[in-house]
């Protein structure tokens, strides 16, 4: 069985300084992995994927995450935060065949001025 | 803007009342998700269709009654609901390819209160 956690449930950064949220992941089978971001009364949008290719996957808004199977990790960065970066961010593993999504719990980021 | 078009993005109803939540997806995919967002809980899949048929259903009760006329439209029909199923109501499609389903992409969501 899959399952994602989301270790922080909010994240505050000021702007223009680096962003982490980290997601750990448990899968039986090589999984893909996914983020996507939710807006404030927004449907989700995909951020990037990973699914067995190269190992740094670069997404949209500048964002990126690196597969780490040793960790079981798929932590999601970026140099800068602007202030639209501020939404609610969910990690999503899928499993064989994209059958199942299942999501994590969330992570709100906070961008201050 | 996804691809995939929800109807009404607002909705409040009372516990005897009937109502529908429309999905549009315009992306010729075949598959396609309802999912229930609550506050503090993690996204709950609720039922899947693939090529118009349904093929899962998590445990949703009958007071949510799916319909997928064609692989583009998905409804949910929505009757004597309780205070507790207030949440945002989510709509995703995805293409299914060789038995694998690509990733998801989802509709901006309905906002339903019931009262």
């Known amino acids: 069985a899959q399952s994602v956690t989301q270790l922080d449930s909010h994240v505050s950064v000021s702007e223009g300084t680096p962003v982490l949220l980290r997601c750990n992941y448990s899968?039986?089978?090589?999984?893909?992995l996914f983020w996507y971001v939710q807006h404030p009364n927004k449907g989700l949008q995909l951020l990037l994927k990973?699914?067995?290719?190269?190992?740094l996957v670069k997404g949209i808004n500048g964002f990126e995450a690196e597969f780490k199977k040793s960790e079981t990790s798929f932590h999601l960065t970026k140099p800068s935060a602007h202030m639209s970066d501020a939404a609610e961010y969910f990690c999503v593993v899928s499993d064989l065949g994209f059958q199942k999504l299942v999501f994590g719990t969330g992570t709100r980021l906070l961008v201050s001025p | 803007e996804t691809g995939v078009t929800q109807t009404p993005r607002h909705l409040v109803m009372g516990m005897t009342n009937k109502k529908s939540l429309k999905c549009e997806q315009h992306l010729g995919h075949n598959a396609m998700y309802w999912y229930k967002q609550s506050a503090k809980k993690p996204l709950e899949l609720m039922f899947v269709y693939n090529f118009k048929e349904q093929t899962e259903n998590n445990s949703v009760p009958s007071r949510f009654s799916p319909e997928c006329p064609n692989s583009s439209h998905l409804f949910l029909h929505l009757h004597t609901l309780q205070p507790e199923d207030s949440a945002l109501y989510l709509c995703?499609?995805?293409?299914?390819?060789?038995?694998?389903?690509?990733?998801?992409?989802f509709g901006q969501g309905t906002r339903l209160t019931v009262v």
């Open positions: 995703a499609s995805s293409q299914e390819r060789g038995g694998a389903r690509l990733e998801a992409f």
């Open positions: 990973y699914t067995s290719a190269a190992t």
């Open positions: 899968s039986s089978y090589s999984p893909s």
